[in-house]
């Protein structure tokens, strides 16, 4: 529709392979969320306005990661540990940037990966600073168990993101995977909204006292830059 704006449904179905029934319903679902609107009186389809938030969210993360990756190799250096950059995706995290650690024993991690907003660094720090809507749809939900250590109580839970907001920053502890941690802090746009979360982590087993103070001032420096 982009390319062939005012198509009919005969048009679409022959330009994408599907049947007329196939495109119809593709519509109809489209034509719903508002990607999609249709001419009354030519019954042809052009795209809505639901395409333009998309775009602007891309353009949004775009800049984003052109801003965060010197701060992000920097930290992965600095630090010798994963460097996360974490967003919000309705109620999960997803990770949209990575830098991976040099050493020979590492945390598994990858752009794209899904988590909770319950769990893990980034993620917790992303529902601190949500919405209040947001905050009471995911307390309102199961809270699942990834380890002995993960936070299931919503009353403990709302402590937590409390804290964060207080101090700025979180540490996950073991709550995802075993073994593990994570430091994080939250990222902000130029009108102070928390748009992202930049983590540290790397096996529990390498984080002393010296390291954590280390690896929370370089990610205050980093999240301020």
């Known amino acids: 529709l982009a390319e062939r704006p005012d198509s009919g449904v005969s048009d679409l179905a022959r330009h994408t392979g599907s049947t007329k029934s196939q495109a119809f319903r593709i519509l109809r679902t489209l034509e719903a969320r508002g990607y999609v609107r249709k001419d009354p009186e030519t019954r042809t389809y052009a795209l809505g306005y639901r395409p333009l938030f998309l775009a602007e969210h891309v353009e949004r993360q775009a800049i984003l990661l052109r801003s965060a990756r010197p701060h992000m190799r920097a ?10 950059l974490i967003a919000r995706d309705g109620l999960n995290s997803i990770c949209i940037a990575l830098e991976e650690s040099d050493q020979p024993l590492r945390l598994y991690a990858s ?36 380890t002995q250590k993960t936070i299931t109580d919503p009353d403990r839970l709302r402590a937590v993101l409390h804290t964060i907001r207080e101090r700025g920053w979180h540490e996950a502890d073991e709550d995802v995977d075993p073994g593990a941690y994570a430091l994080s802090v939250p990222i902000r746009d130029h009108a102070g909204s928390v748009v992202a979360a930049l983590s540290v982590a790397g096996p529990k087993s390498r984080l002393t006292d010296a390291a954590r103070d280390a690896h929370l001032e370089a990610l205050r420096r980093a999240g301020l830059g």
């Not at 930290?75 to 460097?83: K, M």
């Not at 907003?117 to 990834?146: D, F, I, N, P, Q």
């Open 75 to 84: 930290l992965a250096r600095q630090t010798g540990e994963n460097v996360h």
């Open 111 to 146: 752009v794209g990966r899904r988590g909770p907003l319950h769990a893990g660094g980034g993620s917790t720090v992303l529902l601190a600073y949500a919405s209040e809507e947001l905050r009471a749809a995911v307390l309102a939900e199961r809270l699942e168990t990834y």
